[in-house]
């Protein structure tokens, strides 16, 4: 499914598990697993379907989906997640990172960086846009985070390239940076290896046939 902005958006393919497993027998070494039901609170389970890919042999993964509280979190990593994304708005509430990061390993985390006009946004919320993000991640390093995933929200699904700029810019603070949000031709992954970035999340390129696995790996060999 990708997400829009304002929520779940365009169905691509009904069988998750499927897809996983093909993304691993063309060479995918970690899998993103956005859980939607979580982030929208649908009231469905996920677990079972989340179970069966992150025990796929072959690759790692990392589940998000708005993971806002440790319960969810430490759901996500006894599940079998190799790290779980902690959603940006719990991150940057400290009552709520503290107890996230008392209740997990923190090194087995991943934190959000959801940006619009390079500034920190909490999805559903429809508060302005907060601070920038550089005191988020080294709060979030100072932990024991090893990685953040930054992603602006106005190129989340458009295809026209990430903000490798602001990505950038989060470099150096001490956890390797991922970018999110945009990514659409095999241009757009050479220039987030060019500009020094640990790697990318693919959603709708693959899925809308623009890109396969086989090439962007190809592409960054």
């Known amino acids: 499914m990708r997400y829009a902005e304002g929520g779940p958006d365009t169905v691509y393919r009904l069988d998750p598990v499927g897809t996983a497993e093909a993304f691993v027998a063309d060479g995918a070494r970690w899998l993103h697993l956005a859980d939607l039901d979580r982030a929208f609170d649908t009231g469905r389970d996920n677990d079972a379907v989340v179970r069966r890919i992150v025990g796929l042999q072959g690759a790692r993964v990392q589940v998000g989906g708005r993971l806002r509280g440790p319960d969810q979190v430490a ?3 006894e599940l079998g997640a190799a790290r779980a994304v902690v959603a940006t708005g719990a991150a940057a509430d400290p ?10 390993d923190p090194s087995r985390l991943a934190v959000a960086v959801d940006v619009r006009q390079g500034r920190l946004v909490h999805r559903g919320s429809d508060q302005p846009p907060a601070s920038a993000p550089d005191a ?5 390093v100072a932990a024991g985070v090893r990685a953040v995933i930054h ?3 106005q190129r989340d699904g458009e295809l026209a390239g990430p903000d490798l700029d602001g990505a950038a810019r989060l470099l150096g603070l001490g956890a390797d940076v991922v970018a999110a949000g945009g990514i659409g031709k095999a241009a757009h992954l050479i220039a987030a290896r060019d500009a020094g970035l640990a790697g990318v999340i693919v959603g709708r390129a693959f899925y809308q046939g623009r890109l396969t696995l086989r090439e962007a790996l190809a592409c960054l060999a």
């Open 151 to 153: 992603r602006d929200l």
């Open 136 to 140: 988020l991640v080294r709060r979030a």
């Open 95 to 104: 009552r709520v990172w503290e107890a996230i990061t008392a209740a997990v």
């Open 75 to 77: 759901r996500a990593l």
